[in-house]
């Protein structure tokens, strides 16, 4: 009989990461995948654009939550999870990354005995003043099955207490989508869009609370981004969170009249990895995109002052800048040299393929005992 297995997504982040999965699903006839869509992202933009791009099947439930605090928004996923899930019990639960739908459903699949698999389990920021360090760590210990993208991951669950079997080195389910779509992206060539020049201008990101939501970090941020738009043509795709910071000052209407500044909503995912490929440098606070530019070797400034993700700086191409602009300025201007591709990356695009192994034979171990 199939085993019915319950795959969670939420915000954006999300669904690059589980479009790896769908993507080899009939590989592993006898399991069942029902995508649960917890609508904290809900907007176009943020969300159903990535469905489109990237195959991902219609969910089988949208239980539209919407935006909130965090103790509303992630009480009303376990809410709202719960209630559906209990007429409808899967076998297992796997949750993605740590975003707040991450540890609400965890939360609530543990609780009604349901295994629970958490890809990108282990990564630690060590700062708890990341709503997503405290997702994460809630998270990991709890789950059942921990699938893990690097060594990092798999040292901070040891030091945490967990088994060894429990811990599963897979690689990067988010590289495998990466590897898949990136003929598509460079095909796009969207840099010609914006009347970029390929290699030769700069891709920026930002949404952390911690950059965007303090007006006197985000002044000092977009003084950088306008000194760096003197040297190379900056793109900036906006997030909400961002753009309602940025308006509540007068920062939105300077750079809006900034002619080496092109602003942009958030773009899709193919769109996105077509410039992220193209671009000179990216600058960032998302996560995931330190990864991604690890594995396209494109350098990468991260505006933070740690990282969960090391293996982005020890064998890609990361640089963490947190406040020190001089370093910042340092390597915008050493951008010249190559940008060297680690060749040890254990990203080899497999990492979906690993996982499904793993939970089917989980899956149905159980069934035999
Ligand atoms: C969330 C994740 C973060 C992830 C990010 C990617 C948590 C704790 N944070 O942060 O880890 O990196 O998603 O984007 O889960 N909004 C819209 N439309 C939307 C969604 C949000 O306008 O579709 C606006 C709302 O004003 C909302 C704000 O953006 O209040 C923030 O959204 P929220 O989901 O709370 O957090 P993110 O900053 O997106």
New binding site residues.
Partial sequence: MKKCVDIIV????NFMKVAALFAIAERFPLLELRLIHTG????DA??QVFFEDLGIPVPTVNLEVG?GS?GY?TAQIMMRYESWVTGNLPDACVVVG????TLACTLVAVKLGILVAHIEAGLRSFDTTM??EI?RVLTDRVSDLLFVTEPSGVNNLLQEGRESSEIHLVGNVMIDTLKLNLPKARKKEQYKKYSLIKNNYALVTL?R?SNVDDELKLREIIKEIEWLSDLYPVLFTI???TK?RLASTNLLQKLEMNQNVHLCPPLSYIDTLSLMDSAKVVVTD??GIQEETSALGVPCLTLRSNTERPITINEGTNTLIANNWNLFRERIKGLSEQCKKSENFIWDGKAGERILQKLESALCRSTHQ
């Fill in positions: 939420g915000a954006r982040p904290q992202h809900y907007d943020m969300s935006s965090h928004q740590d975003v707040n739908s709503p997503e997702n949404h609370p997030h909400p969170r309602i998302s996560g």
